[in-house]
């Protein structure tokens, strides 16, 4: 019997075991597999089935964009882990001869948006849907972020644009209309702006911020509400946090945030997740406490570098991702556990120090861009 005699229902179950990284060229095999992957059944079975086989992370290195994988195996404090490079993400653009320049990554729900000079892209790497959204000016100086409308059912995705040079503050782009329009909202106060890049969480998005003011330089974080089109108010967080402290956003699953923390100077980490949150509130409880004096010599660099952090719950081991203590062109992964749990992983040379970087956890995302399911 070939593959073409089997019933739906089998194919269905045999294509859900393929890797992402191979979808591709499950889709070019032929009409029918192509169809089949698309449908909301196998989509949703398929990355059930990824996401149980190991965690994946995004991360920028050499002005690439890489899909790792991470898993886990053994017992509490006693177990390995595999970081490994599951392939490169590049956009196909039959419109240019060589790959466009990509000056910033964002992340959100599953779908990739890459700021260009002049306009930016909308990439489900997954279903393998790619939206060009044409700019009215350069972008090279704005802060974006995705999330939807949770009013409406289908998830109406949108583009949040933030402008600090341009004369118009708030932009935002609906992927319905396919338009942009100005939002007359209040802008952050003038002593405030917004550190890193924006973590998106349940359609929402999150920023930790800091005050301008020498005699304060506070840090907090705050939410734009997609639903509402509009900023909520300061949100706290479980530590008072200024100006050289390290502080970095982390998604916790698909329902908490967990930030991590270093005080200038002190060698504790400790990382906190959310009890709750919402645009306008939150509530803390601590997850993980370390003493990284005995590991990392130059503990201070090694977390002003990083740009981001993965949780596993389960073995209570956080990944921290960022540069070598004593070379700024080797990207390392930091493992850090409790009972003095430690391991670091070179993920290779990364000779653009001073490039933009960005590590999220990845899950494949069922959302069509260009198109609802059928």
Known sequence: MEMSDLPKELVEEILSKIPVTCMRSVRLTCKKWNALSKTRSFVEKHIGEETS????????????????????????????????????????????????????????????????????????????????????????????????????????????????????????YDFKSDSWKVLGITPLEEDVFLCYEALSLKGNSYWVAREKIETRNKKFFICFDFTEERLGSRLSFPFDSYFEDIVILSNFGEEQIAVLFKKWGKFEMKIWVTSKINPTTVSWSKFLEVDMRPFITGCNHVFTQSRGFFIDEEKKVVVVFGRHEFDDTRKIAYIIGEDGYFRKVDLGEDTNIFSHQHVRSYVPSSVHINHPFC
Do not use: C
């Open 53 to 172: 086989r190991k965690s994946s992370v995004i991360m920028t290195m050499n002005q690439k964009v890489y899909l790792l994988g991470v898993s886990f195996s053994g017992t509490h404090n006693k177990f390995d882990t595999s970081i490994k490079h599951k392939g490169t993400l590049i956009i196909r653009n039959n419109n240019m001869d060589s790959e466009p320049l990509v000056l910033k990554v964002f992340h959100g729900d599953g779908l990739l948006l890459f700021v260009m000079v002049k306009r930016v892209v909308v990439w489900n790497p997954y279903l393998g849907q790619v939206k060009w959204i044409q700019a009215r000016d350069s972008y090279y100086q704005d802060d974006f972020a995705m999330g939807y409308a949770k009013k409406d059912k289908s998830h109406s995705h949108k583009i949040l644009r933030i402008s600090n040079v341009n004369s118009i503050p708030y932009e935002i």
